[in-house]
């Protein structure tokens, strides 16, 4: 009998150990798993995108030939006007014609990155040309594949904040119409249809979720 109650001690003092050195390491992830390009073609080249035909093998084994568009990516602003409600900012929206769409889209300002433009000066850059607005603080809030079955351009979604009014100056072939909606009233266009670019949708609704989560807490 005193044997099993001393085994029964050497093993909690075991356990107490364990507890102490704290949750086991986890291994980095791995890195992404990338298609064997065996050729590339450039079937089309215009000044937003170019089109390739590549022949290659997929990571699990499969041969497959796929028609690609490239870019050089995006960035999409939420800028957001704290000045009268923290829980319930003002966002600046636009409203312009979208011919693919064929009809017009409130959106967020965004736009094309240049050729070797790090995406927050990209960001700086599209919010000023399209608004006049320039923000004192910038939080990456997410980067997403909008269509990745034959579209290559990646959306970084910024959160721009400290918002300083001033002059837009849109490229030739942009017509913007800028309003500023408080974040309520752009969930309630979500809810009833009225807005319809994913980008959009992808960035309100994740910053909306964010911000009921600190509400929680």
């Not at 291994?27 to 390009?37: D, H, M, T, V």
């Given at each position: 009998?005193?044997?099993?109650?001393?085994?029964?001690?050497?093993?909690?003092k075991k356990?107490?150990?364990?507890?102490?050195?704290?949750?086991?390491?986890?291994?980095?992830?791995?890195?992404?798993?990338?298609?064997?390009?065996?050729?590339?073609?450039?079937?089309?080249?215009?000044?937003?995108?170019?089109?390739?035909?590549?022949?290659?093998?997929?990571?699990?084994?499969?041969?497959?030939?796929?028609?690609?568009?490239?870019?050089?990516?995006?960035?999409?602003?939420?800028?957001?006007?704290?000045?009268?409600?923290?829980?319930?900012?003002?966002?600046?929206?636009?409203?312009?014609?979208?011919?693919?769409?064929?009809?017009?889209?409130?959106?967020?300002?965004?736009?094309?990155?240049?050729?070797?433009?790090?995406?927050?000066?990209?960001?700086?850059?599209?919010?000023?040309?399209?608004t006049g607005?320039?923000?004192?603080?910038?939080?990456?809030?997410?980067?997403?594949?909008?269509?990745p079955g034959?579209?290559?351009?990646?959306?970084?979604?910024?959160?721009?904040?400290?918002?300083?009014?001033?002059?837009?100056?849109?490229?030739?072939?942009?017509?913007?119409?800028?309003?500023?909606?408080?974040?309520?009233?752009?969930?309630?266009?979500?809810?009833?249809?009225?807005?319809?670019?994913?980008?959009?949708?992808?960035?309100?609704?994740?910053?909306?979720?964010?911000?009921?989560?600190?509400?929680?807490?």
């Amino acid at each position: 009998m005193p044997k099993k109650q001393n085994n029964e001690k050497v093993t909690r003092k075991k356990k107490s150990k364990a507890n102490k050195a704290g949750p086991a390491r986890t291994k980095p992830s791995a890195a992404p798993e990338r298609a064997q390009i065996l050729s590339s073609v450039v079937t089309y080249k215009g000044p937003l995108f170019r089109v390739q035909h590549d022949t290659l093998i997929e990571p699990g084994g499969k041969r497959s030939e796929r028609d690609v568009i490239r870019h050089n990516g995006s960035v999409v602003i939420l800028a957001l006007d704290h000045s009268k409600s923290k829980k319930d900012p003002w966002v600046v929206v636009e409203r312009q014609y979208r011919h693919a769409a064929n009809q017009f889209l409130w959106e967020l300002p965004a736009g094309k990155l240049d050729e070797g433009e790090e995406p927050l000066a990209g960001a700086q850059r599209e919010l000023e040309e399209e608004t006049g607005y320039r923000a004192k603080r910038w939080k990456p809030l997410v980067e997403y594949y909008a269509s990745p079955g034959f579209l290559g351009e990646s959306m970084m979604v910024f959160l721009a904040e400290g918002l300083i009014s001033g002059d837009a100056h849109p490229e030739e072939d942009e017509e913007i119409e800028l309003r500023l909606v408080k974040l309520s009233e752009a969930l309630k266009m979500i809810d009833k249809g009225a807005i319809l670019d994913g980008k959009t949708l992808t960035s309100i609704l994740l910053y909306a979720r964010q911000l009921a989560k600190k509400g929680r807490k």
